[in-house]
């Protein structure tokens, strides 16, 4: 039932802003049961945890990227979206938007992932 998609530039230069947006549908990204996250893939490597956004807006955001990593969301839109500013080719990656479900404390729902690579 719920759907998340991720879009965005596929391709973004370096020390530019890479920005993604996530539309949810089949739920409301103001729901107290779920926070609403990003994680991303590097080349060759594993899941790597970047924040989340809960429903009353409050963020958390990995410690590794907290100072140039900003989640936000528009609720009208059901929307969530990533900031990452000053990237770099080592943010080369795929990017997924994730929820996070309360009871759980599990991401039960992924978007299908998106291509992203820094390069000039």
């Known amino acids: 039932q719920v759907q998340l998609r991720e879009s965005g530039p596929g391709l973004v230069k370096p020390s530019q802003t890479l920005s993604l947006t996530c539309t949810v549908s089949g739920g409301s990204i103001t729901s107290m049961d779920y926070s609403w996250g990003w994680i991303r893939q590097l080349p060759g490597k594993g899941l790597e945890w970047m924040g989340v956004?809960?429903?009353?807006?409050?963020?958390d955001v990995s410690p590794s990227l907290k100072g140039r990593t900003a989640i936000s969301r528009d609720t009208f839109k059901n929307q969530f979206s990533l900031q990452l500013s000053s990237v770099t080719p080592d943010d080369t990656s795929v990017y997924y938007c994730t929820r996070l479900a309360k009871a759980t404390m599990s991401y039960d729902y992924w978007g299908q992932g998106t291509q992203v690579t820094v390069s000039s």
């Open positions: 956004i809960a429903y009353e807006s409050s963020t």
